[in-house]
């Protein structure tokens, strides 16, 4: 199962057949950024997660895997 981040970003980018040189187009952020994010070694930024969940059309939750954490502070 696709649980991280930077695991989603790959399956997205390739299903997608984009190179990271333009996917940091897209998105403003360099290709050794997001080779960090794909591989785990730097964490995005919170800009950078808005920056890719827009581009792949997905929802922050979904992208960090928050989804799947059922306890919620209730209120």
């Known amino acids: ?3 991280t981040f930077g ?3 790959r399956k997205w980018r390739d299903e997608n057949e984009l190179t990271r040189r ?3 187009e897209m998105i403003y952020f360099s290709e050794n ?4 994010w794909e591989t785990g070694g730097t ?3 919170y800009d950078a997660m808005i920056a890719v969940a827009d581009c792949m059309g997905v929802s ?3 992208l960090t895997g928050k ?3 059922s306890s919620f ?3």
């Open 67 to 69: 989804h799947l954490n």
């Open 60 to 62: 922050l939750d979904w």
């Open 22 to 24: 333009e996917l940091s």
């Open 7 to 9: 695991a989603k970003l």
């Open 43 to 45: 964490p995005p930024s």
């Open 1 to 3: 199962a696709l649980t």
């Open 73 to 75: 502070m209730k209120l």
């Open 33 to 36: 950024a997001i080779r960090g």
